[in-house]
């Protein structure tokens, strides 16, 4: 499926470029106007990443979150620095569908072991973002991009599959926010080697070429945001290319 992707900060829809906060572009577009015109459309699922909360996780947006929920009938997919069950616990009980963890897969992997068997598979995607190093190694990077975690994405997937892990929203992130494509290879062969993981491609979408190709890798779903914002792609377009790829 198509999930358009919003990140806001201070209330303002933002994209960054490469997950780079001093590389950002904001949008006049309001958040209310954006989702109504994403749910004219058809769409059932949004991603919403607070980049407030993921700088600190004390400053979590959750007025605008819990606004979205209050006036529009769709289901939120929400991330942005997701460290504790009190934090998941609030999120759910706004009638957040998923939440999005990501560090906490690093630094507190049994709490996220906790998280996938108390709240269940369907509610818990793991964000796993990736550098490829130019021995083919995919390492995942942690804080905001500015750490390695001495990971490989094999070896996480891996560790939380026993525990019921069912989505995976894998990032590129040197394609995130640069409309240059995704990595299909890197899709094709996740999707390969884990069959029964539900795959999110994130990061690079820039044309309904794009939409085709990483259906064609086999992934399950595909986030698209800076296209979407800027129009680079019509959205009705996508969906049809998406159903028929």
Not at 5 to 22: A, E, F
Not at 78 to 89: K, M, P, T
Not at 154 to 177: M, W
Request: hydrophobic fraction near 40%; charge should be positive.
């Amino acid at each position: 499926m198509i999930i358009p992707s919003i990140d806001i900060i201070n209330g303002k829809v933002v994209r960054l470029y490469q997950g780079k906060y001093s590389c950002k572009t904001i949008y006049k577009n309001k958040i209310r106007d954006i989702i109504s015109d994403y749910c004219s459309k058809g769409i059932s699922l949004i991603h919403l990443v607070d980049l407030d909360g993921a700088s600190n996780p004390k400053k979590r947006q959750v007025h605008i979150i819990q606004d979205i929920l209050s006036n529009f009938n769709i289901n939120l997919q929400v991330g942005g620095g997701i460290r504790s069950s009190e934090d998941l616990r609030v999120l759910f009980e706004l009638g957040v569908k998923r939440i999005v963890v990501g560090s906490s897969a690093i630094h507190t992997p049994d709490k996220v072991d906790y998280w996938l068997k108390k709240y269940g598979s369907n509610r818990i995607v793991l964000a796993l973002d990736l550098k490829i190093a130019n021995n083919g190694c995919k390492e995942v990077v942690i804080d905001a991009w500015r750490c390695s975690s001495g990971k490989n994405v094999e070896t996480l997937i891996n560790r939380f599959t026993l525990s019921g892990l069912k989505y995976v929203l894998c990032t590129d992130v040197l394609r995130d926010g640069t409309l240059f494509g995704p990595n299909f290879n890197l899709y094709r062969d996740l999707s390969s080697t884990f069959k029964n993981i539900h795959f999110q491609a994130s990061g690079g979408i820039g044309s309904l070429k794009d939409i085709i190709l990483v259906k064609q890798s086999g992934v399950r779903s595909v986030i698209v945001g800076r296209a979407l914002l800027e129009k680079k792609i019509n959205l009705i377009e996508a969906i049809k290319c998406w159903q028929n790829g």
